[in-house]
Every structure is written in structure tokens, then in C-alpha cells.
């Protein structure tokens, strides 16, 4: 009999056992996460799990560094701590190599030549790094990360897959707690992400299949058969309607996650869609209202907010491009895209640089500079997106920070004035140690830990880069606001957060001006003329 797999089942990507994102991936980043991050909240949780049971009932700790686990489950916490020394030995000594070559380039004397020094290299670093100088005379070193994906450092056996099925949209937060395999509704199976049983799961969500196939791919067990059954239904999906209208329809999925479609194209921006199958306060569109084939994903930026694997494995097979930002750097915070993108099983890889462009039927991409959210670390891999479709074109500057409005005064001399824009106006980011804490080597202070935020841009910001453009339409979205992003950024607003105060102002200033403007939550649907609006 052949089944379908059911709209709200979950098909989890996990990194020894701990929700899978772009750092636990990149094999340097991983290292740094496995020491810095995973170990550090086991050892902490095993000293005081009563701590972090009062501190995961305090919604102002929401998205700290506590574990949201059963008190029963310390033993398993125990041995999966105990596990994760044993298998990650080579990312530990990676990891303090890593803090041992800081400290010699510190202790260098700089300016001469740093040639003596690759004798003193960490062993296990040789061969993997180079040395250089800014032209500050300042030394650094790059990675090759090639070459890092080809040693032990990048283990695809760390990778796995959880199958279960969701009835709400509430989920502990994701990086700090690890996957515990007690959970009963739960069947977890060790293979890598680039194997093709996850695509194969993905078709069944919209293509009845025998069952039998992925039973034997995934190697389920006798007595796992009965729950592995559950997560399928005879009950056939919503039939997706192709879009075959003249308009430019564009639909808002929650946070960044835009689909843009004209009836020959269609390119999906930051995909992040939620479940549904189960009861829901909030309308949203979901997996049902995505097309059958996507041309274009386009990617901004390497934040686990906007590579959400757990969307993009499942529909890795009807997309066709991949468009990400291009960085050469080798520099530790800025892994490769490209690269991660090609270790997981995605075709074609398009690497995208400022101002360069795409062109397919009436449609043009182009990268757009992108200054902030990144908490002033040198990182190349972000990039805004300006698409236009006939003389129609919108922007989606998603979370970048207007620190400097002259940036986008030259860009609008060279793209013109745009018809819509689509503004992240998050501007009361978590502090630098929140996401990057695992890849410092020294500790920061404090005060210049808070004060180097991943925000987005705030009213005064926002409004400059309004003037800059001259939109008819503004819509604020990239927030964080909707309930099934909680487990991924932690976010819950109230009528005195910041950024909606912000986000009001800027909206009630648009809307002084004649423009249409909005804040965007759950779902939208709009549709444009390829003849532009801007007059």
C-alpha cells in the first residue's frame, strides 16, 4: 500500500544528538561548538541540573545556555557527555590548537616575518593553516577549509536524522539542548545528510509511496516498525496549485522566508516554513503551498534563523539553484557556504558577490551589501538580494543593520529607486558571546560583549534606508515573531520590546509619507504588475 508521509512529521537533523545548524557543520566552527558549547552546557547542567530546571522555567532565560531536560535523564546526559569526549578527541585537540595558535601570534613580535613560525604550529593544525599579516602588520591566520572537509575533523557519522511527529509548535530551545534518545515518540537514524533517503522522505510529503523503500534505507528494526508506521497516513495532501497568473505573487512564509512567483519562475528566499496537520492560533502558509520544483533558494546569511536545515534537507530534491554569499576568507567565523552546501547532497551551488548578478527570463538577482547583525566580526558571507521581474523590483535586506546610510545612497545610484522593500528591523540582538561565544579564544569583557549586538536596523536606521530607496511599500518582517521560530531564536515580544516600538515608529513614518507599510506576522500574500509602481 502506498502512504504519504504526514505534513507534521519531523524530520530532525542532528549533530551527535544535538540540533544540527551551519556551525556544527563546517568542520573547524564544529570543533569550536563541540568544546565551547555542547561540553560546557553538560558539564554545567551534571553540577546543577536544579539550576537549569528553575532557569528553563523563567521565560526572561529564554535561549541561555540551560538545558530543558527531564531531572530523570541525567544519566543520559552523563553518558552522552562521556560519548562526546571519546568520539570528538580529534575535534577537542582541534579546538585547543586552535586557542594555542592565538596565543603564539599574539606573542609573536610583530612585523618580522612569520615564516619560523610554522615549526611551532600545533601538530595537528599543520598543513591546514596559513599565516598572514593585515597591512597593519596584525597577525591572523586562514584556514583551508577544503582541505579541512577531506580530514577527520569533518565526521558524517556524527550526523543523524530524528523522526517524530509535532502537535503544536512548542519546542525547547534548540542550541542548548541536546536530542536525549529516551523519548518515546522518537525514532533516530545515524546517517549522513547527504544521503538520499531524506529525499526520498521529503517526495512522500507530497507523493504516495510504498513504505518498504525507506524502511529498508533507513534500516528500521522490527520492534521500531509499529511507531515508524505511525509517522505515515493513507490521507492524501493539499493538491499545489501552480501560480499561472500574469502578476508577480509573492507570499510570506514568517520571518525571512519569502516566495516570489511569476508564472514562468520562482525563487524562495531564506526558507524556514512551518508544520501544520495539527490545531494552530496563527494561519500561516506551510510545505503544502511551496511549488513543486523551486528554481531559485536564495540564502543572506549563515545564522541558524536562515539556514534551517530541518527545511532545507526535506526539499533539497525539487530545488534546482542554490544562491549563496560568497566568501573566500578562510577565516574561522566565516565558514564557506558553498562548500557546506556541496558536503550535504545540494546541486548546483551558485557562490554570489556584491553587486554581481543572476539572469533567467525577466528575472534578475542581484547581491547587495550587507553591514551588521554579525556583531562587527569580519565575515563576507551575508549578502542582501534585490530581484527584480520585468520593471518590477523588490529588496529584501533581511537583517542588516544601516550603520552607514551612505552604503545605500551609492547603491541606489547604481540600482535606481525600488518598489517594495522588505526591512528586518530585529534591533535588540543577542550579545557577540550568544552565537560566536564558542570561536573566541580569549574571554571578552562584558561591557564590550553587550555592546556588540546581532541587530538589525533600528527606526532612525531604517528610516535612512527608506530615504535612500524611495519605496511605494515597506514591510518589516525577518523578527522572530511567530511561535515556530521560538525553539530556534528564542524570541517573544511584548508591546514594550524594543523592536516593536521601533518597528511602529518607523511604520507610522511611512505611513505619513503616503507610503503602504507594515509589519508582517504569520502569512501575506501580495501581488505586484511587472510594470513598476515607482513613478
Known amino acids: 500500500m502506498e502512504v504519504f508521509l504526514k505534513p507534521n512529521t519531523v524530520i530532525e537533523p542532528l549533530f551527535d544528538q544535538w540540533y544540527a545548524w551551519p556551525h556544527l557543520i563546517s568542520p573547524a566552527t564544529s570543533a569550536m561548538n563541540v568544546t565551547g558549547r555542547h561540553l560546557k552546557i553538560m558539564q554545567s547542567f551534571l553540577k546543577a541540573p536544579e539550576l537549569h530546571a528553575t532557569a528553563v522555567r523563567n521565560p526572561k532565560m529564554k535561549g541561555g545556555p540551560f538545558m530543558d531536560v527531564k531531572m530523570e535523564q541525567v544519566d543520559e546526559v552523563r553518558q552522552l557527555m562521556e560519548d562526546t569526549y571519546q568520539k570528538r578527541e580529534y575535534q577537542v585537540a582541534f579546538s585547543a590548537a586552535i586557542k594555542e595558535l592565538d596565543q603564539l601570534l599574539k606573542s609573536h613580535k610583530r612585523g618580522y616575518s612569520m615564516e619560523s613560525l610554522y615549526e611551532l604550529v600545533p601538530e595537528i593544525l599543520k598543513g591546514y593553516v596559513e599565516l598572514v599579516y593585515d597591512l597593519n602588520n596584525h597577525p591572523a591566520y586562514r584556514l583551508f577549509e577544503s582541505l579541512l572537509y577531506r580530514s577527520k575533523l569533518y565526521d558524517p557519522q556524527a550526523q543523524s536524522i530524528a523522526l517524530w511527529v509535532t502537535n503544536n509548535d512548542e519546542r525547547p530551545f534548540v542550541l542548548s539542548t541536546p536530542r536525549l534518545k529516551t523519548d518515546t515518540d522518537t525514532l533516530h537514524f545515524q546517517i549522513p545528510f ?18 518498504e523503500k525507506v524502511k529498508t534505507m533507513l534500516g528500521v528494526s522490527q520492534e521500531d516498525e509499529a511507531l515508524f508506521t505511525s509517522f505515515f497516513t493513507t490521507d492524501p495532501p493539499p493538491v499545489y496549485k501552480h501560480y499561472t497568473g500574469d502578476k508577480i505573487r509573492i507570499r510570506y512564509f514568517g520571518h525571512a522566508c519569502i516566495l516570489v512567483e511569476t508564472k514562468e519562475v520562482n525563487l524562495l528566499i531564506d526558507p524556514l516554513i512551518s508544520y501544520y496537520g495539527y490545531d494552530i492560533e496563527r494561519t500561516r502558509f506551510s510545505d503544502a503551498d511551496l511549488p513543486d520544483v523551486i528554481d531559485y533558494v536564495l540564502i543572506t546569511h549563515n545564522h541558524q534563523d536562515h539556514i534551517l536545515f530541518e527545511t532545507l534537507l526535506p526539499i533539497r530534491h525539487k530545488i534546482r539553484n542554490l544562491v549563496v554569499p560568497a566568501t573566500t576568507a578562510g577565516a574561522l567565523q566565516d565558514p564557506n557556504l558553498k562548500l557546506m552546501f556541496n558536503y550535504l547532497g545540494f546541486k548546483n551551488v551558485i557562490e554570489i558577490h556584491d553587486l554581481e548578478s543572476i539572469q533567467f527570463e525577466d528575472i534578475t538577482i542581484t547581491g547587495i551589501p550587507f553591514i551588521g547583525e554579525h556583531s562587527d566580526l569580519n565575515i563576507q558571507a551575508k549578502m542582501c538580494h534585490h530581484v527584480s521581474a520585468g520593471e518590477f523590483s523588490m529588496l529584501f535586506v533581511a537583517d542588516a543593520c544601516n550603520v552607514e546610510p551612505r552604503l545605500y545612497q551609492h547603491i541606489r545610484e547604481y540600482i535606481g529607486k525600488v518598489d517594495v522593500v522588505f526591512l528586518g528591523m530585529e534591533c535588540d540582538g543577542a550579545p557577540l558571546s550568544w552565537l560566536y561565544g564558542p570561536l573566541l579564544t580569549t574571554s571578552l569583557d562584558m561591557t564590550n ?5 546581532l541587530a538589525g536596523s533600528n527606526f532612525e536606521r531604517g528610516k535612512a534606508l527608506i530615504e535612500a530607496f524611495d519605496p511605494k511599500e515597506v514591510y518589516v518582517y525577518a523578527m522572530g515573531m511567530e511561535p515556530w521560530l521560538e525553539f530556534i531564536s528564542s524570541i517573544k515580544y511584548t ?41
Do not use: N, W
Open 449 to 453: 560583549d553587550q555592546s556588540r549586538r
Open 495 to 535: 508591546a514594550t520590546s524594543i523592536p516593536i516600538i521601533e518597528s511602529d515608529k518607523l511604520i507610522a513614518h511611512c505611513c505619513s509619507q503616503g507610503k503602504v507599510a507594515e509589519r508582517l506576522f504569520g502569512e501575506k500574500e501580495l501581488f505586484y504588475e511587472k510594470s513598476s509602481v515607482v513613478q
Open 194 to 211: 547527504s544521503h538520499e533517503v531524506i529525499d526520498e522522505l521529503g517526495k512522500m510529503k507530497r507523493q504516495a509511496a510504498a513504505p
